[in-house]
C-alpha cells in the first residue's frame, strides 16, 4: 500500500548517498510512498548542501525534481506568518527553517505522514497540539 508523504533533509540524503547508515531504511520507505513525495525548498537546499561531496548528489536531488519524484508544493511567502509563529514556539528546541516548514506542510496536508529521521518530530505540535504523524528508523 503506498502513501503519500512529507519528506525531510534526512532521508532524501539518505535515500541518494548509498553510504548513509539510513540508505536501505530510506530506500525502503521511498518504495512505500507514492510519488510524488512533498517538500519545501528549504529541505532542497539542506540536502544539495550535506550532498555537495557526494558524487552526483546534487545532481540526484534536481533529477528527481525534474522527474516529478519530489515536489514542492509549500510557498514560504504564502506561510510566513505561520511558520514565523512555529519558529517562535519552538526557539528552545531549537527548530530550523525547513523543520518550521514540514510542521506547516503537515498541518496543511494532515493526512501525509512526515518521512524523517529527527527526533524533534515527536516534540513538534502541527495546529499547537495535536501529534505530526512521522514516520522514522524508529518507528518502523
Not at 550532498?51 to 515536489?71: C, K, P, S
Not at 528546541?93 to 518521512?115: G, H, I, K, N, T
Not at 515527536?122 to 528508523?137: A, F, W
Amino acid at each position: 500500500m503506498s502513501r503519500q508523504t512529507i519528506l525531510d533533509t534526512g532521508p532524501l540524503v539518505a535515500f541518494i548517498n548509498p553510504r548513509d547508515n539510513f540508505h536501505e531504511w530510506a530506500v525502503t520507505e521511498w518504495s512505500l510512498s507514492s510519488p510524488p513525495l512533498l517538500t519545501c525548498e528549504a529541505v532542497i537546499t539542506e540536502a544539495c548542501f550535506l550532498l555537495r561531496n557526494v558524487h552526483r548528489g546534487e545532481e540526484e536531488v534536481m533529477n528527481l525534481l525534474e522527474m516529478d519524484i519530489l515536489n514542492i508544493p509549500f510557498c514560504l511567502n504564502d506561510e510566513v506568518v505561520a511558520v514565523r509563529q512555529l519558529l517562535t514556539r519552538y526557539r528552545s528546541v531549537p527548530m530550523s527553517l525547513a523543520d518550521a516548514c514540514l510542521v506547516r506542510m503537515a498541518e496543511l496536508y494532515s493526512e501525509c505522514p512526515v518521512l524523517t529521521l529527527d527526533s524533534d518530530f515527536n516534540i513538534y505540535r502541527k495546529h499547537r497540539d495535536r501529534l505530526i504523524l512521522s514516520i522514522t528508523p524508529l518507528n518502523t
